[in-house]
């Protein structure tokens, strides 16, 4: 029997990509498709008390690579792949108080920026976005129309949204959508 080969496909390699809406108003917003890299799941054990110091040891220490997903349930995130051995590797730093999965095959991150990225963000969520209530590094989990997605502020004018590969190019589409009054350059990557 022959081996099956298999080889990965970004999830928005065939999405829209290009530039549209209103000519340059200053405001024009940025969409990226962001290297699938890793994302990791991580689960607290029952009555493991507070984790935040434990979760950072699992992250590749970049800016806003944990996000709160739920009670205790984290994300971390990060550009680079992670072979099966290097997350295994990872579970013994977390002493025996919370449990990791790989999303990585599962999850998609989407870039999105701007000076009028509130006001976009704003057509598909209820969450205020405000800088002073959502500071860099916060994230909530919520819908944006229709599809559930984790959104992290990662700077004053940008966001990253983290949703499911199936909902990734219908996402993406919507987004590009709700930025065109300001102008849009989405880009995918091949």
């Known amino acids: 029997m022959a081996d099956l080969a298999l080889h990965h496909r970004p999830a928005l390699a065939d999405a829209t990509s290009g530039s549209f809406g209103a ?3 200053g405001a024009q ?18 009555g493991s008390g507070d984790l935040q110091d434990v979760i950072v040891r699992v992250s590749d ?3 806003n690579a944990v996000r709160p997903y739920g009670p205790g349930q984290w994300f971390v995130v990060g550009d680079a792949a992670l072979s099966a051995a290097e997350i295994f590797g990872k579970t013994p730093l977390l002493d025996g108080r919370a449990s ?3 999303q990585g095959h599962g999850r998609i991150r989407i870039g999105i920026s701007g000076r009028a ?6 057509k598909g969520t209820a969450v205020d976005l405000d800088r002073a209530k959502f ?12 599809i559930s997605a984790l959104i992290t502020r990662t700077g004053t004018e940008s966001f990253e949204i983290l949703v499911l590969r199936g909902f990734a190019e219908s996402l993406w589409d919507d ?10 350059d989405a880009r995918t990557v091949r």
């Open 100 to 102: 990791i999965a790989d």
């Open 117 to 122: 990225v509130e006001a976009v963000l704003a």
């Open 175 to 184: 987004l590009i959508q709700m930025s065109l009054e300001f102008g849009v």
């Open 23 to 25: 000519p340059s108003t």
């Open 29 to 46: 917003i940025t969409l990226t498709a962001l290297p699938e890299g890793h994302v990791l799941q991580v689960l607290a054990a029952r």
């Open 135 to 146: 500071p860099v590094g916060q994230s909530a989990m919520t819908l944006i129309g229709h």
């Open 61 to 63: 220490g970049t800016p």
